[in-house]
């Protein structure tokens, strides 16, 4: 018999049809216990066995040992994201440092990437303080920020770049931030009720956004346009074959990104 199954997925509002989907289309009859938290603790929380199933960031993966992808979902973007951004009162050209958010694994790498591929500049990395983004930002420094925070950000600086955007810009493909991976211990069984639960989700954005109207960070017809326009949720030809390069680049960064963040390539 299935046991109690333990998920572990984003606390971000990107995540709502999943979360919706588990919560409310989930025909098991199992017991599911469900955490929510910033994406690179549902690395350590698959790594240590403590949940069957997480959304991991894709720059992570190579660091998990014996899990393989499940479903075909996944957190990406064709284009313009919006909640993954680099922030700055100047060009990326001017840039001595870029903060990078701890919150954050996937993104670090691709703000790497991108400034040494892309952009070909070489700032230097640091991990911005809890809370750093509340604080004055000096001309010649940028900051990566992703997910709920990122909504009351905006329009404060000169430059905002999108990196899902520029990443489209840089080599016309989607980009993916996480996927959907089993842990050692996970059963066949647990993984399709998932697959079907967060497909469930996925299917009803618009019942979704209605249901949690009054918990968004943001008004209820910009989160539909956000879940609806700029996330995208399977993981199609074209997204994978962006992976795959994002896989191969981050391979080259020099390691470890910054204090405490590495990115190891894995092969989905
Ligand atoms: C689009 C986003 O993607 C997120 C960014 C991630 C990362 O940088 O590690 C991981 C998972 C995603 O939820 C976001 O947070 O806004």
Redesign the pocket.
Known sequence: MLGAQRISL?S?L??LPFLYGLQHGWEGGYTLSLRQEV??ECVGTLLRGEVDFA?V?V?ALGELRDVHRITNLC?G?SGR?D??VLLSHSPVQRLRKIYLDPD?????A?VQVLCRHHWQVSPAYEALPPHGYELPLHPEEGMLL??NK?FGQRGFYAYEYDLAEEWWAFTGLPFV??VWMAGERASKEGALLLDRALQWGVDRIEEAVESEATRLPIAKEAALEYLTQR?EYRLDEAKLRGLELFQSLIGELPQPLAPGCSATPFNL
């Open positions: 984003v971000y990107n995540t994406p690179a959304l960031p720059a957190i973007a994201v909640t993954v954050s694994r996937t993104s670090v691709l992703i997910g990122v931030f996480a996330i």
